[in-house]
């Protein structure tokens, strides 16, 4: 591992470490901590899929294309989900 990858995966470290951090401080709700950790799930899944596959793999050129489709889902449901009436009552009490 060189150091650029070493840099890279510090940084990817240090954006799950705040996610989970501000989740917990900002009391934020499921739906956005969920989103913004499949967003952060499909991030780190761009950066490096294509170290884990070998240069044969059919799933190489995909790689990219499906971490983007990972990304928008979890910025959708960061921003659209909202837990139902059911689980805030429950919260609530």
Same mark, same amino acid.
């Given at each position: 591992?060189d &150091?650029?990858?070493l840099?890279v995966s510090g940084?990817?470290? *240090?954006a /799950?470490?705040?996610?989970f951090? $501000?989740?917990?401080?900002?009391? &934020?709700t499921? =739906?956005?901590?969920? #989103? /913004?950790l499949v967003f952060? =799930?499909g991030?780190? !899944? #761009? +950066?490096?899929y %294509?170290e *884990?596959?070998s +240069? @044969?793999? =059919?799933l190489l050129? &995909?790689?990219?294309?499906i971490a +983007?489709? !990972?990304m *928008?889902? #979890?910025? =959708? !449901?960061?921003?659209? &989900?909202?837990?139902?009436e %059911?689980? $805030?009552?429950? @919260? $609530?009490?």
């Amino acid at each position: 591992m060189d &150091w650029v990858s070493l840099l890279v995966s510090g940084l990817f470290a *240090f954006a /799950w470490l705040i996610t989970f951090y $501000q989740s917990r401080a900002e009391n &934020w709700t499921v =739906g956005r901590t969920v #989103g /913004w950790l499949v967003f952060l =799930g499909g991030a780190t !899944i #761009g +950066a490096f899929y %294509d170290e *884990f596959l070998s +240069a @044969e793999s =059919g799933l190489l050129s &995909w790689s990219e294309p499906i971490a +983007a489709v !990972i990304m *928008f889902i #979890g910025v =959708g !449901i960061a921003w659209l &989900w909202t837990p139902s009436e %059911d689980n $805030q009552s429950t @919260e $609530q009490r």
